[in-house]
DNA sequence: AGCTAATAACTGACTGGTCAGTAATATTTT
DNA sequence: AAAATATTACTGACCAGTCAGTTATTAGCT
């Protein structure tokens, strides 16, 4: 308990702690409410910190915002682009481990919230809206068709059409992401992403299949 | 306008018509800003009213948003249910007119807006998550289950998981509701979503057919 | 028909509470 | 002592919900 030791300090300067820190504790605080009704103040005593030291390291919440999505969210698409120009195998096994590893690295983090923080703000929020469209998701729909034009190149996969296939690609895992964040307390039990995850690629390898044959 | 004709009178008793009106005014401003940002001055102004007529005929800004969601989303539910215990002909063509019916008259309409304020507002206001889950999630969910037991039990779609494929058939509808409410203005042409329909429709069909052949 | 209450519908200024951001002040470190 | 870091108290803007008062409409009376 602070308050315990009169001879300790009330606080220590720790200024190079403190950032990661404060937007650690943003990623939670937002999380749970969204931008517009989290709290400044919360956020602040969840890092264990006071609200004007926020201010000393971000200028405003916007910009706070920011910070937490480079954070969360950048590392995991730098690692997905690596994989894919790394890639040897077959296509379909890429499309399976970058598919499970945003159901590891962001549905089941805390992470998983911020798509949905997205979209509920994107009309008031018109910057962050830009920001995230420009950062996250142009990235990442570039990286789905990358694979599905490498596959087709290679004859792996059928002709599609690319955007409405990334699409379909995309949307069962991000409405797992928006699902837990809105109604899992509602339901009885957790939802279970793995046999989502099964079916959804289950569902893929058909539609994606050549005509003759499995694409894998 | 107001006040061109100085005998007319400054607004008029109009206790039948108000009601809609202002639930019609309500659809549009929480469309644009979401449940918690929308003032209901402004719901107020577009229906051509005072803020305190609408507490004559609602008690409180959730009760206002529930009567949005029994006008715009219930009705096209009940219409979904009534066509499924008619349906006659192949279960693929009833899911086929489902989606379309959804497509067109959510998507396109001003109730398309609807998912993402319950997505970006369940978190804050727990009561209106549940309405919403109970009186529309949980009915629309039960239906598409419906279809497919229909389709299985008729020897036309393959055995799944039926949970995972509701889930699978309903993300991409719902990730178009979303995307256009959220990222619409950013990206340059609007989003075809015919072709996104025309797609899912394609996978679906190769994803339920029975091993032998194609299911419709 | 016209005049006069009585009532229902409606208005808009106000209250109480919230919160991002700022200013003034305090504590720690060098 | 001075600089750096942090806290605390404050300001200003915002908005759901309330309510005293106003205006349109209806009903009753002559």
Redesign the interface.
Known sequence: MPGDDPAAPRWRRRKEARPREIVDAALTVFG???F??ARLEDVAAQAGVSKGTLYLYFPNKEELFKAVVREAILPNLDMAERLLAGAQGPSFAVLETLLTLFATRILKSRAGAIP?L???????F?DL??FY?DEV?RRAFALLAAVLERGMARGEFRP??V???V??I???M???A?WR???E??EGRPP?VA??L???L???R??L?PEGGPPS
Chains 1, 2 share one sequence.
Do not use: Q
């Open positions: 749970e409410r969204g517009a009704a949905k997205i979209i509920a703000e994107a009309g008031n018109p809206a830009r469209y998701i599609v059409d955007d409405s296939t699409r379909l995309v949307a069962p991000l409405m797992s928006l964040s809105s109604f307390a509602l279970d046999a989502l099964a079916a959804h289950d569902a893929l058909r539609t299949a």
